[in-house]
């Protein structure tokens, strides 16, 4: 049995994706980012923590990845010339989407306020759209970007599509946000969707 460790609301929402995608049962923590307990697993404070048995992940790419090699789904083999071209999307995501969307992020609540530059943010739309623009390009008429095969990268451009949505960001019309909305209409995203839901209702109580 695995145990995810975060609130859904965080990026704990792809890990638990992730085994939904998978049919993997799970345990959900919802301990917050920061919490002391947290330096037992993680001594960045961080989530997602993934514990697995005895031992534990940190790092919502590298748990989604750890899960889909382990499981021999929604990824292509080590060494393949496809598993090199879908890590080059991942890296994409995580260095052109994600990293955009961080540093907007921290300059809106996560920094101490005497060390937040709002005008960041502008060059941070600026690079997101440029990402964009190339992902358009990059994926053509694909179904997904490594083909027919929903893979990790997509998992983290629906993640981060929505990250965009809560941003107030616009996803360019045309073949981006017809792509998304086929990621976004995966049952296993939808049930992520509706345990997130859940998660903050009882928090609320």
């Known amino acids: 049995m695995y145990t995810i460790i975060g609130p859904l609301k965080t990026r704990a929402f792809r890990v638990a994706w992730m085994l939904n995608e998978l049919g993997q049962a799970f345990d959900h923590d ?12 993680n001594p ?8 697995d048995g005895n031992d534990t992940i940190i790092d919502s ?12 789904k929604l990824t292509f083999p080590a ?3 496809q598993r090199a071209h879908q890590d080059s ?15 907007a992020s921290k300059h809106t609540f996560a920094l101490p306020k005497e060390l937040r530059v709002p005008d960041v943010k502008r060059a941070c739309k600026f690079d997101f759209d440029r990402a964009l623009t190339s992902l358009s390009t990059r994926l053509g008429d ?8 929903f ?19 616009d996803i360019p019309a045309g073949n981006v946000t017809d792509y998304i909305a086929r990621i976004q209409a995966r049952p296993a ?17």
């Open 30 to 41: 919802p301990t917050a980012p920061r919490d002391p307990k947290l330096a037992a697993v």
């Open 44 to 51: 960045s404070l961080k989530v997602p923590v993934l514990k």
């Open 61 to 72: 790419v590298a748990i989604c990845q750890y899960l889909a090699d382990k499981h021999g």
């Open 79 to 81: 060494g393949t010339i």
């Open 89 to 103: 999307f991942t890296q994409f995501a995580v260095d052109d989407v994600e990293l955009s969307l961080w540093v």
């Open 142 to 149: 694909r179904a997904y970007v490594m083909g027919d095969q």
């Open 151 to 169: 893979t990790v990268p997509d998992l983290l451009f629906g993640h981060l599509a929505n990250w965009a949505k809560n941003t107030h960001w």
């Open 189 to 205: 995203y939808l049930q992520t969707v509706e345990l997130r839901a859940a998660t903050e209702t009882v928090a609320t109580q």
